[in-house]
């Protein structure tokens, strides 16, 4: 019984995966004919980042020392979204990759900066209080993926994803990767 109690102390509430709000902007130099309102409200699901550190492997007479070499993350955020029937946010989306790469006039953007921003998902209490970000800079639309819509499709709302590329991942708003203050998660009082 200790051990439960012991784990129940520890881990408070804990982060549940549903409790989550992404932060989403389109650079203000791309156009914006939809919109986007409810990016947050119909983004079904969103990843956290992963980070590893390659091993350097060094041998001496038969022997391996394992020294941590560079970090690595995979530069592909992934996030998924409801579809409106308007195509709102898959539009917004589509004009931000034309910008970007407008292959039937065959141009591209002539300032790269221009057409990246800084995008980001947080984790949120019980009480929806956010209490760690996630910040991935540089981010652009990378790939969108197709729909599909068919008969047998009934009772269904479609979805879609956007895999956005990016240049690093922080953890807050910051330019280096260290924690910014946050909320401590709220405790829910039993009246």
């Not at 070499?69 to 998924?80: F, H, I, R, S, V």
């Not at 980001?120 to 800079?137: I, K, P, W």
């Not at 709302?157 to 946050?182: H, M, R, S």
Request: proline share 6%; charged share 20%.
């Amino acid at each position: 019984m200790g051990k439960i109690l012991d784990l129940k102390q520890a881990l408070g509430p804990g982060a549940r995966a549903n409790k989550y709000r992404v932060n989403f902007n389109i650079p203000p130099a791309v156009p914006k004919t939809a919109d986007l309102s409810t990016v947050d409200t119909l983004c079904n699901a969103a990843t956290l980042p992963q980070k590893s550190i390659g091993p350097i492997e060094v041998w001496n007479q038969g022997r391996k020392l394992v020294l941590p070499g560079d970090t690595a993350y995979p530069n592909e955020w992934t996030l998924t979204f409801y579809n409106t029937e308007e195509h709102n946010i898959r539009r917004a989306i589509l004009e931000w990759m034309r910008s970007i790469d407008h292959f039937q006039d065959n141009m591209h953007s002539g300032v790269p900066i221009e057409i990246m921003t800084t995008l980001s998902v947080s984790q949120l209490d019980s009480a929806m209080n956010e209490t760690v970000r996630y910040s991935f800079h540089c981010c652009w639309p990378k790939e969108v993926s197709e729909i599909t819509v068919g008969d047998s499709e009934e009772n269904q709302i479609q979805t879609f994803t956007v895999n956005f590329a990016y240049t690093e991942w922080v953890i807050g708003d910051g330019e280096l990767d260290k924690p910014l203050q946050y909320n401590s998660a709220t405790k829910n009082f039993i009246a």
